[in-house]
């Protein structure tokens, strides 16, 4: 299932990523921003249970957080996206993908995995650009492959062939994306799209 972020700071904080004028320190500024957005979205149904409490005043019943999280960012561009995750949820759990796709065929490579226990834990695999799929597609498999049951993908810009591919390889993992774009270019870059992201993020 397929979830457009809608909030007008969403399609600000997008216009400013996608400008070319835009520089690291700004962009990285703006990744924050955004991903704190989807964030929120891709936790809002978490499950919580009862907690009793003494308030200054008299006993009372709260709610508190009853699952553990885990966060997956897709190295390198994801990592600009884990801090609002981790801002916001202490005890989150942060494990890591090394993808690079291909310049030539795009096809991603794997280097680098660094993964903490998944079982049990809502995972959220976070990495801003879904273009033609295969990153994300290789991350959930090794996710899975690993014991994830609750698995979440949160992306800045998306594809539309990139959610077509998710969803036929992991039809049920929500994917969460800031925007849906109108399609790949022939070095299946994403159109309008904002560039290569892990680039922009750490001026290289
Ligand atoms: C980018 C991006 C995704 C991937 C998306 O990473 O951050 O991981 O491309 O493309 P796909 O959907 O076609 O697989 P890249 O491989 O450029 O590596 P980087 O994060 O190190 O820049
Ligand atoms: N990776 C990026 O950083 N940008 C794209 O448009 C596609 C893949």
Partial sequence: MLHVLNHPLGAHILT????????????RTLTYQISLLLALQTTRDLATRDHLIDTPL???VGRVLARPLAVIPILRA?????????????????GYVGLERDHVTAVAR?????LPPLAGK???VIDPMLATGGSAVQALDVLRSEGATELYLACIVSSPEGVRTVEAAHPDVPIYTAAL???LNAKRYILPGLGDFGDRLYGT
């Fill in 122 to 124: 809502r995972v959220i």
């Fill in 110 to 114: 794997s280097y680098y995995q660094k």
């Fill in 58 to 60: 008299e006993t009372t």
């Fill in 181 to 183: 774009d109108r399609e």
């Fill in 16 to 27: 400013h990523l996608r400008d070319r004028t835009t520089h690291p320190a700004t962009f």
């Fill in 78 to 94: 994801g990592l600009g996206m884990v801090q609002p995750f981790t801002d916001l949820f202490p005890d989150v759990s942060v």
